[in-house]
T-cell receptor, first 114, second 115 residues
Framework: KQEVTQIPAALSVPEGENLVLNCSFT??????LQWFRQDPGKGLTSLLL?????REQTSGRLNASLDKSSGRSTLYIAASQPGDSATYLC?????????????FGKGTKLSVIP | DAGVIQSPRHEVTEMGQEVTLRCKPI?????LFWYRQTMMRGLELLIY????????DSGMPEDRFSAKMPNASFSTLKIQPSEPRDSAVYFC?????????????FGAGTRLSVL
């Protein structure tokens, strides 16, 4: 059974700092990996999706990497801003017959201090 | 498109009452998911529909939970009778399986409190 872990559970950084959020998964037979953002009282918004054949994806100040062999992904946020404060969730898309399934980590709550 | 629409946004009920959560997926999407989010367990998939047919309900915690999708634009998740441990945020998500991109679009969720 796929398990997804995100460490740390919470992170506080000063505005302008570059930061890295970590995600690890136990089964490397994945279809894809997604990073989501969740704001308080709201749903999840997909930020980046990396297919299993890819190594990284970039969108603006965000860069996500994937290392299937080691079961790890990172989300890099450059020049952090207070508006980046949210909970970031990593979700692994399983391969094969269960490819619709996303297994989520519990998230990292990010606070960017002005 | 308005995105995935869930109602109500908040629900407070007493133990033993029936609760019905509603979801309208994005038009044209043919897959629908119900999730439950708690602090302890994070986000868990409850049930998955494809073309209005339940494909995987292995995440439904017990017989008190049931879900239906009578047509492509509407789904319900019902809890009867409700219990305090059902208190959580329930999310609905939809996606189109007609593309290679497996992105699910989430609604804003229903925060359920069972007293």
């Amino acid at each position: 059974k796929q398990e997804v872990t995100q460490i740390p559970a919470a992170l506080s950084v000063p505005e302008g700092e570059n930061l890295v959020l970590n995600c690890s998964f136990t089964d490397s037979a994945i279809y894809n990996l997604q990073w989501f953002r969740q704001d308080p009282g709201k749903g999840l918004t997909s930020l980046l999706l990396i297919q299993s054949s890819q190594r990284e994806q970039t969108s603006g100040r965000l860069n996500a990497s994937l290392d299937k062999s080691s079961g790890r992904s990172t989300l890099y946020i450059a020049a952090s801003q207070p508006g980046d404060s949210a909970t970031y969730l990593c979700a692994v898309g399983n391969s094969g017959a269960g490819s619709y399934q996303l297994t989520f980590g519990k998230g990292t709550k990010l606070s960017v201090i002005p | 498109d308005a995105g995935v629409i869930q109602s109500p946004r908040h629900e407070v009920t007493e133990m033993g009452q029936e609760v019905t959560l509603r979801c309208k997926p994005i038009s044209g999407h043919n897959s629908l998911f119900w999730y439950r989010q708690t602090m302890m367990r994070g986000l868990e998939l409850l049930i998955y529909f494809n073309n209005n047919v339940p494909i995987d309900d292995s995440g439904m915690p017990e017989d008190r939970f049931s879900a239906k999708m009578p047509n492509a634009s509407f789904s319900t998740l019902k809890i009867q009778p409700s219990e305090p441990r059902d208190s959580a945020v329930y999310f609905c998500a939809s996606r189109s399986t007609g593309t290679l991109i497996n992105i699910q679009y989430f609604g804003a969720g229903t925060r359920l409190s069972v007293l």
